[in-house]
């Protein structure tokens, strides 16, 4: 199992900016996907994550209306679109395989991006 996450940079507050995950190596129209972020000496938290068939879709309170997540099967990838970025926004996110549970607990997920970089400049 792989996950690669990209698409990370520096934005100014306000923008936008799309990151990806490609996965490899497992079924991956079969696994729900999540969004993590951590920002520097904090703990990772939950962003997003949504279902293996792209119909359901979860998001935390703090992005909720400014991002999205998607997901194309048919490329074995998943997005996240994120507008409206402010400086908290600031953080290394990271795409991960769900395995059940809830989706905010790290615990639930099996495998995990090398994660990319998201700078957010006031």
């Known amino acids: 199992v792989q996950l690669q996450a990209f698409g990370g940079g520096l934005v100014q507050s306000g923008g936008s900016l799309r990151v990806s995950c490609a996965a490899s190596?497992?079924?991956?129209?079969?696994?729900?996907m999540g969004w993590f972020r951590q920002a520097l000496g904090k703990e990772r938290v939950f962003v997003a994550a949504?279902?293996?068939?792209?119909?359901?879709?979860y998001y935390a309170d703090s992005v909720k209306g400014r991002f999205t997540i998607s997901r194309d099967n048919a490329k074995n990838a998943v997005y996240l679109q994120m507008n409206s970025l402010k400086p908290e926004d600031t953080a290394v996110y990271y795409c991960?395989?769900?395995?059940?549970?809830?989706?905010?607990?790290?615990?639930?997920?099996?495998?995990w991006g090398q994660g990319t970089l998201v700078t957010v400049s006031s």
């Open positions: 991960a395989r769900f395995t059940g549970g809830r989706y905010y607990d790290t615990g639930n997920y099996d495998a």
């Open positions: 949504i279902t293996y068939d792209g119909d359901t879709r």
């Open positions: 190596g497992y079924r991956f129209s079969h696994y729900d």
